[in-house]
């Protein structure tokens, strides 16, 4: 059987490498001790960025790593165009996000001259997990 070696990618600037033995199943990751502290069961690592996240999909799916890159791409553009459109994007399983109006308020004072800071209303992003995530995440603890 042959083993084939390559690299996923970076975890605080450090390489971790998934030996291959010609199946996707059989994936291992090989880590040294200081990197295992930030990778996730499956291989991914704590803080997903975009291209870590398009790796995993590309890794789990087989399809190649700029078809997954430009997936995730169109994924969160929709997603943006959703929430700008005062949208809601409901994954089920995984959670909402959804734009939310801010009340405007006193804010800060300003140390030096006590005149108070408003802070205008505005909107925000808020995202609600699922009953699955939620329920998963209470097991993990």
């Known amino acids: 059987m042959k083993m084939k070696a390559s690299t996923f990618g970076r975890v605080n600037h450090m ?11 059989e994936r291992e990751p090989v880590v040294t001790a200081e990197v295992e502290s930030h990778i996730r069961v ?3 690592p704590m803080t997903l960025e975009r291209r870590q996240l398009a790796k995993c999909i590309s890794m789990q ?12 791409g169109a994924l969160f553009d929709a997603m ?5 459109a005062r949208g809601r994007v409901e994954i089920r399983g995984f959670g909402t996000l959804e734009v939310k109006p801010t009340k405007g308020k006193p ?5 030096r001259t006590n005149e ?4 205008p209303p505005h909107y925000l992003a808020r995202f609600r997990p699922g009953k ?5 995440m209470k097991r993990k603890r």
């Open 132 to 136: 699955a995530l939620r329920e998963s």
């Open 116 to 119: 108070v800071i408003p802070v």
């Open 42 to 44: 499956g291989g991914c």
């Open 15 to 25: 390489y971790f490498v998934y030996i291959t033995s010609g199946r996707h199943d």
């Open 107 to 111: 804010g800060a004072r300003n140390p």
């Open 80 to 84: 943006r165009e959703t929430l700008i």
């Open 61 to 72: 799916t087989g399809c190649s790593d700029e078809l997954a890159y430009r997936a995730v």
